[in-house]
């Protein structure tokens, strides 16, 4: 295997002619193979048909709001999504994030800059496919094809829930953080979603066939944060 770097072949989904084309071409010479759709429903088709490696996102779009898009693309894909907008107040982060965007970049800037958020995003791709598999317990996680068993029956997990999931048992034991979580799995590196953790980790816990109250897998550190452990038989 050499050392050069496979191109990354991106879909950046941008209404504005100039900006499209004017990225097509940056991203081209920064060694990536970009393609692009101009609406939001001409976007969703790309994904599915040419299943890229990662979508550049821009929330203004003609047909449909980004976020909606966001949420559309989730449903019926993993691809990694870095939403690049002009929308910069604190609220539209969250929202975007919180609709499953794996990196925010704010405009302007620069085509390295993206450049560098989307080397950092296949970065961590590749870093989850290293470890395929994971086990505690009776809990079964395969990292590459995104399925998780509990005692042999597969688990119906959205794709938050297997993030955070997977997260956890990749660290058995170990007391992740809150702020931690929402960096790693919610690329929020600030407070304010602790409301979306707790909904997350209920979710999990229901369907672990466990409560708060009585825990087997996820275990929680009053004031710091979460963990996953082997159950006691």
Request: hydrophobic share 45%; proline share 5%; aromatic share 4%.
């Amino acid at each position: 295997m050499t050392g050069e770097r496979r191109a990354a072949s991106l879909l950046l989904i941008e209404d504005d002619p100039a900006i499209r084309s004017a990225l097509l071409r940056a991203l081209t010479d920064l060694g990536h193979a970009p393609a692009s759709s101009p609406t939001a429903m001409q976007g969703l088709q790309d994904v599915a048909n040419t299943r890229p490696d990662v979508v550049v996102l821009d929330l203004g779009l003609p047909d449909l709001d980004g976020v909606v898009l966001l949420r559309m693309l989730r449903a019926v894909s993993d691809v990694p999504v870095i939403v690049a907008t002009a929308r910069d107040d604190e609220d539209e982060i969250v929202r975007a994030l919180d609709a499953g965007a794996d990196d925010y970049v704010v405009k302007p800037f620069a085509a390295r800059h993206l450049d560098a958020r989307v080397r950092a995003v296949l970065r961590r791709l590749g870093a989850d496919e290293e470890s395929r598999a994971v086990s505690v317990g009776g809990l079964h996680i395969d990292l590459s094809s995104r399925v998780a068993t509990l005692d042999g029956r597969p688990l119906d997990l959205s794709r938050k829930e297997f993030d955070l999931l997977a997260y956890l048992a990749a660290r058995p034991g170990e007391v992740v953080t809150r702020r931690t979580l929402l960096a790693e799995i919610w690329r929020q590196p600030y407070g304010g979603a602790d409301k979306t953790i707790d909904v997350h980790l209920s979710w999990l816990r229901r369907k672990l066939g466990e409560t708060a109250a009585e825990p087997r897998y996820l275990r929680s550190v009053r004031g710091v944060g979460v963990k996953l452990v082997e159950p006691h038989r």
